[in-house]
């Protein structure tokens, strides 16, 4: 397991060269390809990941700590298998369809104009976080506490408002209306 300290990669294709395990710290990876690579026990502490590619990447106790995801591609990915230890993470203009937060604790998120067809946020506690822009479709919540979230500008979004703890959360008044999905009705405007 090695450490790298400030460490700049750009366009690896880590499928061909060999991906090094250990703690990355204050470390930048640019347009690399890093799709199904066993990340598993890596730490990511205050990193950056810029139109990286990786999808179906096994993260399995993998540690981010104040992780930057800009116009990268994380499709698959189940985050709810990472370090929960002081897990933080943003994500801006990214691809997260298909990917697990399933009961993580991961308040104050930020997620902006990000793609998230069908991901999973069973049990997660997402309080304050904030989906800017985001399209949620077929994104599954259930009993997930998304008290003070803010989903003003995000879109497709449906969730059961008695299955998910929704205080002071924030909708727009046409994103609100999947909130009403459930019971099957049409509301002509």
Same mark, same amino acid.
């Given at each position: ?17 060999e ?11 640019? *347009?690399?390809?890093?799709? +199904? ?8 502490? *205050? ?6 590619? &990786? ?6 106790? %993998? !540690? ?23 897990? %933080?993470?943003? $994500? %801006?203009?990214?691809i997260? =369809?298909? +990917? ?11 997620f902006? *104009? ?6 999973d946020?069973?049990e997660?506690d997402?309080?304050?976080? %904030?989906f800017?822009?985001?399209?949620? !479709?077929?994104?599954?919540? *259930? ?14 979004? !449906?969730? =059961?408002?008695? =299955? ?6 924030? $909708?727009?008044?046409?994103? !609100? &209306?999947?909130?009403l ?9």
């Amino acid at each position: 397991m090695g450490y790298f300290d400030e460490q700049v990669f750009t366009g690896v294709d880590f499928g061909k060269e060999e991906w090094q395990k250990g703690e990355y710290v204050d470390s930048k990876f640019v *347009n690399c390809r890093m799709s +199904s690579l066993d990340l598993s026990g890596d730490t990511f502490d *205050n990193c950056e990941f810029i139109g990286c590619d &990786l999808s179906l990447c096994k993260i399995d106790h %993998t !540690a981010f700590k104040e992780v930057d995801f800009k116009d990268c591609k994380l499709m698959g990915l189940h985050f709810s298998d990472c370090n929960a230890f002081l897990l %933080t993470f943003r $994500f %801006t203009d990214c691809i997260l =369809d298909f +990917s697990s937060f399933f009961k993580l604790k991961i308040k104050q998120s930020k997620f902006t *104009n990000c793609k998230m067809e069908k991901v999973d946020f069973v049990e997660a506690d997402l309080t304050g976080s %904030t989906f800017n822009n985001c399209d949620l !479709a077929q994104a599954v919540f *259930n009993r997930t506490i998304l008290e003070k979230c803010d989903f003003r500008s995000s879109y497709n979004l !449906a969730l =059961d408002p008695e =299955d998910n703890r929704i205080k002071a959360a924030k $909708f727009s008044t046409e994103g !609100a &209306l999947g909130l009403l999905e459930k019971y099957n009705i049409t509301i002509e405007r």
